[in-house]
């Protein structure tokens, strides 16, 4: 039998299996940059004001463009074990915000 055009070869456990793989890729590269950043700049973490079972704690980078914000695991703390702990002053704080203040960096040269 051959394959046509469209036919997919992988199940839809195995295209699931391979979107999460995808995904936990991504998130893998997102957090190693966190880590880059926030040696780079000052930083620090901190509790989220809402918390999240799975997502404890929070990094919070002062960039020269504004604060950004993301919430990492257990699992993941280690990556940031050189930052302090501190109080969580970014009350307004939305990840539309960050998403703005990445492109503006990405794009400014800063």
Known sequence: ???QEGDDPLSPS???AAAREAVKAA???ELMLVAILS???PSHRCLPRRKQKNLPEMVC???PAGILMWRISEQ???L????ALSENHADHYRAGDKEALLL???SSGF
Do not use: G, K
Not at 80 to 83: A, G, Y
């Open 1 to 3: 039998m051959s394959l």
């Open 14 to 16: 195995e295209r699931l």
């Open 27 to 29: 998130m893998t590269r």
């Open 39 to 41: 040696r780079i700049w």
């Open 61 to 63: 980078v002062h960039s």
């Open 76 to 78: 993941e703390a280690p």
């Open 80 to 83: 940031f074990e050189h930052l």
């Open 104 to 106: 503006l960096l990405a």
